[in-house]
């Protein structure tokens, strides 16, 4: 079946490591994304990108970095310089000629730092 | 710019009971609008999109929702709720040119009691 795999679901931190969030899809999807949640305040963008080999910043990118050096993967590293990272973390894909730009989303990972 | 309004972060309904879920939306262009479902720690998922074509969109899972320009709105409704549709329900414009952005609302988090 077609989809997004996100992984590892559940991930723990030290303050200080970085970590990675890996995003897999296999629906062909040109464009691919990254979401911040937390409680309240809905979905932020942390960076897209549109293509492979180009990424773009979204609204949050401080403290975070991602490559696309393949079509269906797009990781994203959540570094120490980001200052509150314990968030539930949503990848999700887009075939951007598609009328409405629908996004497909993967079933998240939640990092907690200790 | 766009920006896109969820007139309420908590409803809740019997089961049985209509549903109405709430969103306003400002936008420069003529938008796309989305409403999203996701359960406790999973993925969002696509219940319905309006892309200019009919007004009243239908949905999956008995969900339906009207465009009305003159009002700015975009209300998600069901007739009947059940159990298993308590969720958390995201309102989301698209960003017009802004390549792979759309604007997520807050959230509504809709409780159903038996």
């Known amino acids: 079946d077609g989809g997004i795999t996100q992984s590892p679901k559940y991930l723990f931190r030290k303050e200080g490591q970085n970590v990675t969030l890996s995003c897999e899809q296999n629906?062909?999807?040109?464009?691919m994304y990254w979401y911040r949640q937390d409680p309240g305040q809905g979905l932020r963008l942390i960076y897209y990108?549109?293509?492979?080999?180009?990424?773009q910043k979204g609204d949050i990118a401080e403290g975070y970095s991602v490559s696309r050096e393949k079509k269906e993967s797009f990781p994203l590293t959540v570094t120490s310089a980001q200052k509150n990272p314990t968030a539930f973390y949503l990848c999700a894909s887009s075939y951007p000629r598609l009328a409405g730009k629908e996004l497909f989303f993967g079933e998240g990972s939640r990092l907690t730092v200790l | 710019a766009q920006s896109v309004t969820q007139l309420d972060s908590h409803v809740s309904v019997s089961e049985g009971t209509p549903v109405l879920l709430r969103c306003n939306y400002s936008s420069s262009y003529s938008p796309s609008l989305f409403w999203y479902v996701q359960h406790p720690n999973k993925g969002l998922q696509l219940l319905l999109k309006?892309?200019?074509?009919?007004?009243l969109v239908k949905g999956i899972n008995g969900f339906e929702a009207e465009f009305k320009k003159s009002e700015t709105s975009f209300h998600l409704t069901k007739p009947s709720a059940h159990m298993s549709d308590a969720a958390e329900y995201f309102c989301v414009v698209s960003g017009g040119n802004q390549g792979g952005k759309l604007i997520f609302g807050q959230g509504t988090e809709l409780s159903v009691k038996p």
């Open positions: 309006y892309t200019s074509a009919a007004t």
């Open positions: 990108s549109q293509i492979v080999n180009d990424f």
């Open positions: 629906l062909n999807h040109d464009a």
